[in-house]
């Protein structure tokens, strides 16, 4: 079946990009997209099973050196 979609621009840029990087088509990719979105059901559905990290705010992003032990300093654990 043929329809028509419109999108954006940039995100159209973004996904000619990738198909050329992979070696594939805007279809292929569209579709893939669309399997997936298909498969695990809505994005409501999916938010609620997602998992949250935890973040850790720094002054300067890269400078903690966490060890196994030393995100114990950082994020509380039941």
Do not use: H
Not at 44 to 60: C, M, T
């Amino acid at each position: 079946m043929r329809t028509t979609v419109d999108i954006p621009d940039e995100v159209y840029r973004r996904l000619k990009m990738k198909a050329a990087m992979e070696g594939t088509t805007i279809r292929e990719i569209i579709l893939e997209g669309a399997e997936i979105r298909l498969r695990n059901g809505s994005a409501e559905a999916r938010q609620e099973g997602r998992l949250r990290f935890p973040v850790i705010r720094s002054k300067n992003p890269g400078s903690l050196k966490l060890g196994e032990e030393g995100v114990y300093e950082y994020i509380p654990f039941p």
